[in-house]
């Protein structure tokens, strides 16, 4: 079952403007951590923020930051300042909480969010 | 330092025939993933390990998958006999921690013929 939702496919954003894209998660787990990564067009995976369940800041990171709403289970990430290079995909994922000493619930990702970045 | 380096970046034959794709994690990671990511199925976790044990492989399709970490620096996913559905790109993942970001390597871009 997919536990990572992204409903927007595609979006276009002005440079300069900010963006929000949409993550919404389904586990029962209390602890489990998100991440959001970005892939260019040049198809490698850059991680751009992470959020622990436990965590009560919202994550930050540069231009980034993570809009976490636990009891609405989404993690939405929020570009600031959009620039051209930002245009990639945008994928949420989620890692479970620990099954044993050494093993954890499931890694998801989610189907992605493409994001154009306009002049 | 250097990340997570795949070989080869590009492979293309024919199918029946066995593949093996390469993978050297970051030095000291202690987890190792191995993604396949297509376009109608997106990024799906096939396997991944732990101190070079393997935890959780529920994502490897089928028996003609099979990967095996025979040490620190070094993973193999290997597929035999490969058919043309298994063409994908296949990433391989490293990361010190669960809690800490996966670091990627540049894919394997595999054709099936």
């Known amino acids: 079952a997919q536990k990572i939702t992204q409903t927007q496919p595609g979006m276009f954003v002005q440079e300069k403007e900010a963006v929000t894209l949409d993550c919404t998660y389904d586990t029962s787990d209390q602890s489990y951590g998100l991440f959001w990564y970005k892939q260019p067009s040049s198809g490698e995976m850059i991680f751009l923020i992470y959020q622990g369940s436990y965590d009560e800041q919202n994550a930050t990171e540069g231009r980034y930051s993570l809009n976490f709403q636990k009891a609405r289970k989404s993690a939405n990430l929020v570009i600031s300042a959009s620039q051209l290079g930002d245009s990639a995909m945008y994928f949420c994922?989620?890692?479970?909480?620990?099954?044993?000493?050494?093993?954890?619930?499931?890694?998801?990702f989610g189907a992605g969010t493409q994001v154009v970045v306009t002049p | 330092d250097a990340g997570v380096i795949q070989s080869p970046r590009h492979e293309v034959t024919e199918m029946g025939q066995e593949v093996t794709l390469r993978c050297k994690p970051i030095s000291g990671h202690d987890y190792l993933f191995w993604y396949r990511q297509t376009m109608m199925r997106g990024l799906e976790l096939l396997i991944y390990?732990?101190?070079?044990?393997?935890?959780?492989d529920s994502g490897m399709p089928e028996d003609r998958f099979s990967a095996k970490m025979p040490n620190a620096s070094f993973s193999t996913l290997k597929i035999q006999p490969s058919e043309p559905r298994d063409s994908a790109v296949y990433f391989c993942a490293s990361s010190g921690t669960v809690n800490q970001p996966q670091h990627f390597g540049d894919g394997t871009r595999l054709s099936i013929l």
């Open positions: 994922a989620m890692r479970e909480g620990r099954r044993t000493t050494d093993s954890w619930g499931k890694f998801q």
């Open positions: 390990f732990n101190n070079n044990v393997p935890i959780d």
